[in-house]
């Protein structure tokens, strides 16, 4: 077997729906917990 297991990496929009739910969350928190970084919420979509 090659390889290994991978997992699909959390976006933004994951922190965004944490931190509507759960507004207590501070937003570096949730960021380090999903493993995404602080500026990729902040970036603007096209």
């Known amino acids: 077997m090659t390889g290994g297991l991978e997992t699909v990496?959390?976006?933004s929009g994951y922190?965004?729906?944490v931190r509507a739910a759960r507004p207590d969350i501070l937003e570096q928190t949730a960021c380090r917990l999903f493993q995404v970084s602080r500026s990729a919420l902040h970036r603007l979509t096209k």
Do not use: N
């Open 9 to 11: 990496p959390f976006r």
């Open 15 to 17: 922190v965004r729906r």
